[in-house]
């Protein structure tokens, strides 16, 4: 079966390998030591990443870049 039409919701979603998981190293935590490694899903090391939480790996940096997901990371530019 064909889809008809294209879903309004369609043109923001990101397809992703989402059992993919990265291994990510704390560098700011509250539920965490600092230094704790540990393993997440792309969307969640986007949201650490942003959040200051981890800082970015190649490897992670490679995932973002195959599925398109580099508008998600908000630069903060240090003062």
Same mark, same amino acid.
């Given at each position: 079966?064909?889809?008809? @039409?294209?879903?309004?919701?369609?043109? $923001?979603? !990101?397809?992703?390998? %989402?059992?993919?998981?990265?291994?990510?190293?704390?560098? /700011?935590? @509250?539920?965490?030591?600092?230094?704790? $490694?540990? !393993?997440?899903?792309? %969307?969640?090391?986007?949201?650490?990443?942003?959040?200051? /939480?981890?800082?970015?790996?190649?490897?992670?940096?490679?995932?973002?870049?195959?599925?398109?997901?580099?508008?998600?990371?908000?630069?903060?530019? /240090?003062?």
């Amino acid at each position: 079966m064909k889809r008809g @039409k294209v879903n309004k919701n369609d043109a $923001k979603s !990101y397809h992703f390998e %989402p059992s993919d998981v990265y291994e990510v190293t704390y560098i /700011k935590a @509250k539920h965490h030591e600092i230094g704790d $490694k540990d !393993y997440v899903s792309l %969307p969640v090391a986007i949201m650490f990443i942003n959040d200051g /939480k981890i800082a970015s790996t190649p490897e992670i940096e490679e995932a973002i870049l195959k599925y398109g997901m580099s508008d998600l990371i908000k630069i903060k530019s /240090k003062k």
